[in-house]
C-alpha cells in the first residue's frame, strides 16, 4: 500500500509540471469501495466488504492502463470435520483498459488484465497462504463532474482466484480524480 500511495504522489508531481493537451490523457487515481462474492462458499459468508485503491494512466482518449490493489474481505465458515475456517482476499491487478465516451460526461469502459490473487486461512492454530496469478475482466462506467473529479462504478471477475476453482466477483463504486 505504501509503494501505491507513493506512485500516487510520484504522478501528481509528474502530471503538474506536464500540462496535458486534452482532459482525457494523464495519470488518475480512485479509491474505491464495494462488495466481494465468492463462489463456493455458504451463501452466508460469500459476501463480503471491498476496499481498494487504483492508479491509472489513459494514454489517449480511448486506452489506458491501471494497477488496482484490493482487499476483498474475511470470511469465516464451518465445514464438517474442519471445523470453523477463517480466510482474507486480496488481489493486485494490471489491466489495459478500453473506453467509449457516450456522452461529454459518461463513459464505459472494460478491462483486462493479470491479476495475483492470495488468500490466508487460518483453523484454530493452524494457519495456510494460497497464491495464484491469473485473468482478471471487468466493464465499468464513470460520470464526470468536471475536468478532475468523477465517481465510478464497475464489476471485477478474477475467474481462478487463489488457485481455487471458485471465481471471485466484485462490485464496486470509487471517487476518481484525473489530474
Known sequence: MKSLLAAALVTAAFSASAGYQYSDVGPYVSIDA????QSGVDVATSEQGA????????IDRQMGVELTAMDLGKRTDSA???GTVSWSSKATSISAVARAELLS???FSAKLGLANTRLH???????GSLSA???VVGVGADYRFDRHWSVKANLDVYP???GSSDPMGVVSV???YRF
Open 34 to 37: 464495494g462488495i466481494s462474492s
Open 51 to 58: 476496499t481498494g485503491v487504483t492508479l491509472g494512466y489513459n
Open 80 to 82: 464438517y470435520g474442519v
Open 105 to 107: 460526461n459518461v463513459e
Open 121 to 127: 486461512a487460518t483453523n484454530g492454530s493452524q494457519s
Open 133 to 135: 496469478t491469473g485473468l
Open 160 to 162: 481462478s482466484f487463489a
Open 174 to 176: 470509487g471517487l476518481k
